[in-house]
T-cell receptor
Framework: DVKVTQSSRYLVKRTGEKVFLECVQD?????MFWYRQDPGLGLRLIYFSYDVKMKEKGDIPEGYSVSREKKERFSLILESASTNQTSMYLCASSPGGVNTDTQYFGPGTRLTVL | KNEVEQSPQNLTAQEGEFITINCSYSVGISALHWLQQHPGGGIVSLFMLSSGKKKHGRLIATINIQEKHSSLHITASHPRDSAVYICAVTLMDSNYQLIWGAGTKLIIKP
């Protein structure tokens, strides 16, 4: 079974802090994704990566950056957290290639910025 | 207008009822996904389909490509089916980007 893990289930940070959210997958997947999920808005893509050191902006990249130094690990960074970044953050991975785009999700990190 | 629309937004039903959740989309797609999210956050992929119908246990998913519409059905619903059901589509020219519906919150009462 594919396993996608996230470093924290719950996180509380203060405005202005630098925040790191880590995601690790154990199935050698090519693609990894970071989403945020807010009530009434569904999932919105922040960034995705299709290879080591490769990244592309999603729909809402402002205020976020990412890092993929190793294939299994994809990090989301909030350089200076703000209260409007309070949300549920979901990481996902997918195998890559044609017609293999089922995404497998981690359990999520609920981030509160005070 | 959202590219992926789900209806209803919220649905409450009694145990045993037949449930239908609808998804309409306005873009060219290569696949449509149905996912389930239980309270607490975990998302599980239920179906990926590009034509016809798929069945898994009490869950059935259908898609009509011409009408750009898909339905998720649950037969003999049970309280453990209570969750948010999300429809997402893969754009025609992309292997990995999904466009998401807002989800349908389903509550099954015993």
């Amino acid at each position: 079974d594919v396993k996608v893990t996230q470093s924290s289930r719950y996180l509380v940070k203060r405005t202005g802090e630098k925040v790191f959210l880590e995601c690790v997958q154990d199935m050698d997947h090519e693609n990894m994704f970071w989403y945020r999920q807010d009530p009434g808005l569904g999932l919105r893509l922040i960034y995705f990566s299709y290879d080591v050191k490769m990244k592309e902006k999603g729909d809402i990249p402002e205020g976020y950056s990412v890092s993929r130094e190793k294939k299994e690990r994809f990090s989301l960074i909030l350089e200076s957290a703000s209260t409007n970044q309070t949300s549920m953050y979901l990481c996902a991975s997918s195998p890559g290639g044609v017609n293999t785009d089922t995404q497998y999700f981690g359990p999520g990190t609920r981030l509160t910025v005070l | 207008k959202n590219e992926v629309e789900q209806s209803p937004q919220n649905l409450t039903a009694q145990e045993g009822e037949f449930i239908t959740i609808n998804c309409s989309y306005s873009v060219g797609i290569s696949a449509l996904h149905w996912l389930q999210q239980h309270p607490g956050g975990g998302i599980v992929s239920l179906f990926m389909l590009s034509s016809g119908k798929k069945k898994h246990g009490r869950l059935i998913a259908t898609i009509n490509i011409q009408e750009k519409h898909s339905s998720l059905h649950i037969t003999a619903s049970h309280p453990r089916d209570s969750a948010v059901y999300i429809c997402a589509v893969t754009l025609m020219d992309s292997n990995y980007q999904l466009i998401w519906g807002a989800g349908t919150k389903l509550i099954i009462k015993p």
